[in-house]
C-alpha cells in the first residue's frame, strides 16, 4: 500500500509539472517570442496566458515599454576640444519589431545595440560643432544626435523616443577661457551702456542749455521803452513824486491833492 501511495503522488507531481509547463503567462506591455525546440517562429504571443506544448515550446518575453538608459562618454568637438558627455536615452521595442530584434540580438537590447549606437551617434554629431557651439546650440545638438542615433537602430527594430543630453563638460582650460570671454563681454556691455548714459546726459545738459538760451533771448525782447513805462504805470501807486531833479537843482512840490 506504501509503494502504491508512493507511486501515485509520483504521478500527481509529474502530470502536475507537466501541466504547468504547458501554461505561459505574457506580462503586460510585453511580447511572447515562441520558439520550438530552440527556433524562433514567426509569430508572437500578446500579453495573457497561452496554452503552449511542454518541452516542445518555449516562450521569451521581450519588454515593450518605454526604458531609459544612460551612456557616458568622451569625444573630440571640431575644434578639437575634449568632451565629456552623458546622454540619456528613452527607447523602445514595438511588438510588431519584436521577432525582428529577437533574432538579431537576442533579449540584451540595451548592451548589445543601443549603448555601441549611442556612442557611436554622439561622437560623430560633436565632430561637426565647435566647443563653443555645443553650448549655444544644445538644442539643435540634441535634435542632432537624436536623428543620427534613429538612423542606426532601425534596422534593428529599436525606436528612439527621445534624447536628452544630461552634461557637456570640457577641460579647465577651455571653462576658464569661456570665463574669461564672459567676463569680457559684460565689461564691454557696461562701457557701451556708460558711454549711451553720458551721451544722452550731455544731450539733455545741451538741450537745457538751448532751452535756457531761447528763454533769455525772449527775455530780452519783451525789455523795450514802452515796456518799461507799462510796468512803471502798473506799480504806480497815484502819488506824485515829492521831488524833481533838473539839472543842478532840486525841486520841492507840493501834493494839492490834500
Given at each position: 500500500m506504501k509503494k502504491k501511495a508512493a507511486a501515485i503522488?509520483?504521478?500527481l507531481i509529474v502530470l502536475l509539472a507537466i501541466g504547468t509547463s504547458g501554461i505561459c503567462i505574457v506580462p503586460n506591455s510585453h511580447t511572447g517570442i515562441v520558439k520550438r525546440f530552440g527556433a524562433v517562429q514567426n509569430y508572437?504571443?500578446?500579453e495573457g496566458l497561452h496554452i503552449v506544448i511542454p518541452f516542445i515550446t518555449s516562450v521569451e518575453n521581450i519588454d515593450n515599454h518605454i526604458l531609459r538608459t544612460d551612456v557616458d562618454g568622451s569625444s573630440a568637438s571640431k575644434d578639437l576640444q575634449t568632451v565629456t558627455?552623458?546622454?540619456?536615452?528613452?527607447?523602445?521595442?514595438?511588438a510588431a519589431s519584436s521577432i525582428e530584434?529577437?533574432?538579431?540580438?537576442?533579449?540584451?537590447?540595451?548592451?548589445?545595440?543601443?549603448?555601441?549606437?549611442v556612442q557611436e551617434s554622439v561622437k560623430s554629431v560633436i565632430s561637426k560643432y565647435t566647443a563653443e557651439e555645443l553650448i549655444t546650440k544644445r538644442a539643435a545638438v540634441s535634435d542632432d544626435i537624436h536623428q543620427t542615433l534613429s538612423e542606426t537602430v532601425k534596422s534593428y527594430g529599436v525606436n528612439i523616443d527621445k534624447v536628452?543630453?544630461?552634461?557637456?563638460?570640457?577641460?579647465?582650460?577651455?571653462?576658464?577661457?569661456?570665463e574669461a570671454k564672459q567676463t569680457a563681454q559684460q565689461q564691454a556691455l557696461k562701457a557701451e551702456q556708460d558711454l549711451a548714459r553720458v551721451k544722452?546726459?550731455?544731450?539733455?545738459?545741451?538741450?537745457?542749455?538751448k532751452a535756457e538760451a531761447e528763454s533769455y533771448k525772449l527775455k530780452?525782447?519783451?525789455i523795450t521803452d514802452a515796456n518799461i513805462k507799462m510796468a512803471w504805470i502798473e506799480k504806480w501807486n497815484g502819488e506824485l513824486p515829492k521831488t524833481m531833479t533838473?539839472?543842478?537843482?532840486?525841486i520841492m512840490i507840493e501834493d494839492t491833492t490834500k
Open positions: 503522488v509520483i504521478v508572437y504571443f500578446n558627455t552623458n546622454i540619456s536615452i528613452n527607447y523602445d521595442v514595438p530584434v529577437y533574432k538579431k540580438v537576442g533579449n540584451d537590447i540595451e548592451n548589445t545595440i543601443l549603448r555601441p549606437a536628452n543630453i544630461i552634461n557637456f563638460d570640457f577641460s579647465q582650460e577651455f571653462n576658464a577661457a569661456i544722452i546726459e550731455a544731450e539733455q545738459q545741451i538741450a537745457k542749455a530780452n525782447a519783451e533838473g539839472g543842478d537843482s532840486m
